[in-house]
């Protein structure tokens, strides 16, 4: 297992190289909406998030640094982060999911994580789903958690991508609100079929929303970060400029 080896100098260099180049050039909008920290701050908190992309973990990254005060660590597969292991830097540690054991060693130092008190993100589907898949499945990993660490708060988050009028798609996270259970007494398969529920349903209803407000801003979410200018807009520009010259010229 990798574990994570936070770096803040490291941290403050990816933050401003993901905002100000990666985001910026490949997104026209990323928009949060809801608190990334819970209310109750002296519980630490399991994020548990649908897996669609590649840039999902970039994007809550950017997020938790621009929105966020905790301690932030992020579950990544092994294979991915013996790739690009400087991420263990950011706070990423690995999970070997074709080992049984492998994946009871990151289980168990996710739990330490928590009962020190940080945040640890996960995504319960085990894999990159296509965004529409339904039903989403969850592994089992996050009750074990849970039970390790039984005061935790799980905080639902979902990711959705739209492509509309824009060259560049816009994405917006949702963070929905933290709740709590009696973890122990409500047992591995439970808990992860009622946090699935959860899950689902906010999944659905951000799909909804995006659908019924494409080509303008969700309400209830605000941006984060403005891309940089796509060529659809670098065309509209030249029009309208063209326009004027015209209507000066008297053409």
Excluded at 35 to 48: C, G, Q, T, Y
Excluded at 78 to 87: A, H, M, P, W
Excluded at 205 to 210: F, G, L, T, V, Y
Aim: aromatic share 12%.
């Amino acid at each position: 297992m990798i574990s994570a080896r936070k770096s803040k100098w490291f941290e403050k260099l990816l933050g401003r190289y993901n905002e100000n180049y990666l985001l910026r050039r490949h997104f026209h909008r990323l928009a949060i909406r809801g608190n990334i920290e819970a209310a109750d701050l002296e519980r630490p908190v399991v994020f548990i998030m649908n897996h669609s992309s590649w840039w999902d973990g970039l994007l809550v990254y950017q997020a938790a640094r621009m929105a966020g005060q905790q301690r932030h660590y992020f579950m990544m597969d092994e294979k991915q982060l013996s790739r690009y292991r400087f991420f263990s830097r950011a706070g990423a540690f690995s999970i070997d999911k074709e080992s049984l054991r492998g994946i009871q060693q990151s289980l168990r130092y996710a739990v330490d994580l928590l009962k020190s008190g940080n945040s640890v993100w996960v995504y319960p589907q085990g894999d990159i789903y296509h965004l529409e898949t339904r039903p989403i499945v969850f592994q089992s990993g996050i009750g074990y958690m849970l039970e390790g660490c039984p005061h935790a708060l799980v905080q639902p988050v979902t990711a959705y991508y739209t492509m509309g009028q824009n060259q560049k798609p816009d994405v917006t996270l949702w963070f929905g609100e933290p709740v709590h259970r009696d973890w122990r007494a409500i047992g591995r398969k439970e808990i992860a079929s009622e946090l699935r529920e959860l899950l689902e349903k906010q999944l659905n209803d951000h799909r909804s929303q995006s659908i019924a407000a494409i080509d303008r801003p969700l309400e209830g979410f605000r941006t984060l970060i403005n891309g940089t200018r796509s060529t659809s807009e670098a065309f509209d520009t030249f029009k309208r400029r063209a326009a004027r010259w015209f209507s000066f010229s008297g053409q």
